[in-house]
């Protein structure tokens, strides 16, 4: 159960003060890089990577979901220390809500402020193109609606309150200065702002659930970010969403369509470089 699995303070203080150990690094921005966006992390200076098996505390078989390589890597981006979590951990690998948040506490307690969270994401909402990049600004957490919630159990008050607020939890300052960065950087023209729904996964969506999260007022749909957002904001970091459109759900039974995480990678290849770009040129704003 939820309960039983949790971590304790000490468990998370340990794998911060390991890698504290281990690295003159102290970033204030933690980059969680979606399916297919590990790119990101190749981008940084002065890298010191260390292999999720090797560190106290986290879960390790995060390289078995293709496109997450399974290593943290601090370095610098645009002279910033940054840390970056090339592939993250997905509730339908098996993991509970709090194993998969677990490097968000552990970010917490080496000093970060701010985290970046990027996904691959199918487009529910009509207007979307795949290759748009979606900043979220809000988020609708399906699990949670089913008792699934990162922060279910005893709360700890080191990390944050009971009855964390949601309503404020994609920062409106970080959202503008997308908007402005990506313009800069000629991605506006497929800069998009919406919503994110969680699914637990592993199956992509039935058409029956896609019409369903349509309705709901959800733009995107994806796997993963939601209980890393509640956590990050539990903990008081900032955060800031990007959702990469790698395809359009399928929402008509006439289609010969069908969702495929290989579609997903190849998407992701395309608009990687666009990505880091926007990404990298943000850094230095925060
Ligand atoms: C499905 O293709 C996979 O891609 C997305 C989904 O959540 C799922 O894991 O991965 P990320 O959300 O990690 O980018």
């Keep these: 159960s939820s309960s039983t699995s949790q971590c304790s303070y000490e468990e998370y203080k340990e794998t911060a003060d390991w890698l504290l150990a281990r690295t ?12 297919g966006l590990g790119g990101l992390a190749d981008l940084l200076d002065d890298k010191t990577t260390f292999p999720y098996e090797d560190i106290p505390g986290f879960p390790t078989t995060a390289s078995t979901v293709p496109g997450h390589a399974g290593q943290l890597v601090f370095g610098r981006l645009q002279g910033r220390d940054c840390v970056c979590m090339q592939g993250r951990f997905h509730f339908y690998e098996g993991y509970s809500m709090h194993k998969v948040t677990y490097p968000v506490r552990v970010f917490y307690l080496l000093g ?40 279910c159990g005893h ?37 998009q702002e919406g919503v994110y729904c969680m699914l637990a996964g592993p199956t992509y969506e039935t058409i029956a659930e896609c019409k369903l999260l349509q309705k709901l007022g959800a733009d995107c749909v994806g796997m993963s970010t939601v209980p890393e957002v509640v956590v990050a904001r ?22 010969v369509e069908k969702a495929n ?26």
Excluded at 134 to 140: P, Q, W
Excluded at 158 to 180: I, N, T, W
Excluded at 239 to 254: A, M, Q, R, W
């Design 24 to 35: 003159e690094q102290r970033p204030k921005v933690a980059i969680i890089c979606g399916s």
């Design 112 to 151: 970060v402020k701010t985290v970046i969270v990027t996904n691959a994401a199918g487009g529910l909402n009509g207007s979307y193109e795949v290759g748009d990049i979606m900043l979220i600004k809000d988020h609708i957490n399906m699990p949670g609606f089913a008792g699934q919630n990162p922060l």
């Design 155 to 191: 709360n700890d008050v080191r990390f944050g309150e009971r009855f964390p607020c949601m309503s404020d939890a994609y920062d409106h300052e970080l959202r503008a200065l997308v908007k402005q960065t990506a313009e800069e950087q000629g991605c506006g023209s497929f800069l």
């Design 234 to 255: 539990h903990c008081g970091l900032r955060v800031l969403g990007l959702s990469l459109v790698t395809n359009k759900v399928v929402t008509d039974y006439d289609s």
């Design 261 to 286: 995480h290989e579609e997903v990678l190849r998407t992701t290849q395309r608009r990687t470089q666009d990505v880091q770009r926007l990404v990298s040129h943000l850094i230095p704003k925060i």
